[in-house]
Structure formats: structure tokens, C-alpha cells
DNA sequence: TTAACCCATAATCATTGGGTTATGGATTGG
DNA sequence: CCAATCCATAACCCAATGATTATGGGTTAA
């Protein structure tokens, strides 16, 4: 039930969503995460170019967002990605109708 | 071609569209002109909630990524959603691979 | 137990960014 | 020509944020 006619586009996930998104750096994280699977932090941290601090901040902005997940195991935590989180992403286009909706056709072709 | 590993996450296009979605407001903006098509400043300004002058800095983001085309026809400036503007955020979600595209078929049943 | 290690948090700084009101340029209407 | 209208930009405020170094808590190893 929609209880505000803007409801939509203020959605706190969905903003929290797009805004873990909106950085350049959280973007390159979450890649490494996709490609090469579950990693600690200190790995992330060699391959991100920013301090380990900076990473561990952006990952739980990132875990905030539903875009991965943490496991602790001893000293070192583990972050995955996680695939389900970029569903708000996906129906917030779908949210605009057809008009948006028929250009999803277009994913076939970008899928490499 | 690549030019650097990190630079599909680093381009300079795709970091300003996520950026634009990355605020509740410019959604909200955007998902008029979708909805009620071609708008100018006036009437974008009264459906907002915001003053004037946020508006036009609104759409000026907007139009740098790509989201908006602005026509201006004397006094008044005409802003319409440009649909391909989303291709980048379709693309990057295409590049993450298989993993991601599964989820691309989930679209048919969220597209309402 | 002590040292080394992994990670998160605190303190701090500079920049960005959303918001406002004020202003001004350009266009239309009397 | 003058006034009203539409929009963009400027000036300003404050909160959020990306980044750093410093610190400290918890865990493993010697």
C-alpha cells in the first residue's frame, strides 16, 4: 500500500541503495567482490588503493545497503557479495512502466 | 578498450548518472517527466516541494548525466526524461557477469 | 604472557552537496 | 517602454561524506 503519492523515490532502502552505489570507489569494491568472491579486508584494502579504515567504512555502508554480507571468522571478517541486493535497483526502473521497461530488452544484448 | 583495470567503476560518466539517482528529490523529478512527460521549471518547482532555484540545479545534474534533455523555448525551459540516460546503470550491472544478469529475467515479473 | 596481526572506531580535515534567499538576464504582455 | 514572468546563477549556511592518521579491542602465534 502506497501511503505517500512520492513514496516511491523516497524509499530509505532504495536511497540507501543508490547512494552505496553512487561512489566510485564502493563500486570498484563490490566488482572485486562479484569477480573473485568472498574477501577479508585486508585484501580488499591492497586492491582498492585507499587506507584499510576508508575500506572497512565503505563496506558497511555497502552492508547497510544490502549489497553484501560480513562474516567474522577470528580476527579477520569476510565480506561477499550479495546478489539479491541490487533488486530495489531493478524495481525502481520497473517502477517507471513500459516507457523504461521495454529498454530491459536491451539487457540480452549487453550480457557478455 | 580498457584502459584500466578499475575503470569500468571509475568512469566518469556512470559516476555522475549514479550520483544524479543517488538523491530521493531528482528521482522524484525525474519520475514526473516519465510519468507526466515534457515539464518546465514552473510546474517541476510546484510538484517538489522545493524552491525554484533547487530545481534548475536539480536538472542541470540531471542533464549532465545524461537523464534529461532541456529545450528552451523563450522564457520557459523544457525538460523531458531521456530514456537511453539509464543504459550505463543497465551496463554496469551487465558487467558484473552471469551472476548478476540471472536476475536481469526477474524484471518481467516486477514490471507492473 | 607477550607480541604481532586484523579490523573497526574515533578524531580530524577538506570537499561536496542539498537547501535557502537574493539577484539578474532574457522574454513576454500591457 | 515598463512591468511581470520564467529561469539560472550567486552567495551563503549547514550537514553529510570521503579521506587520512591514531587508537584500541579482539584473536592468533611464539
Redesign the interface.
Known sequence: MMTDS?S???DAAT?AL??A??D?TR??L??TL??EGEQNVQALTQQSGVSQPMVSRHMAKLKRAGLVTARRTGRETWYA?R??G??P?????????????Q??S??EG???
Open positions: 512520492r516511491a523515490d523516497r536511497d543508490f547512494k552505489l553512487s566510485g563500486r570498484a563490490l566488482e562479484v569477480r557479495a546478489v539479491k541490487l533488486a535497483v531493478i524495481g525502481w526502473m520497473a517502477v517507471h512502466g513500459a516507457l523504461w521497461s529498454r530491459f536491451a539487457l549487453l550480457g557478455k
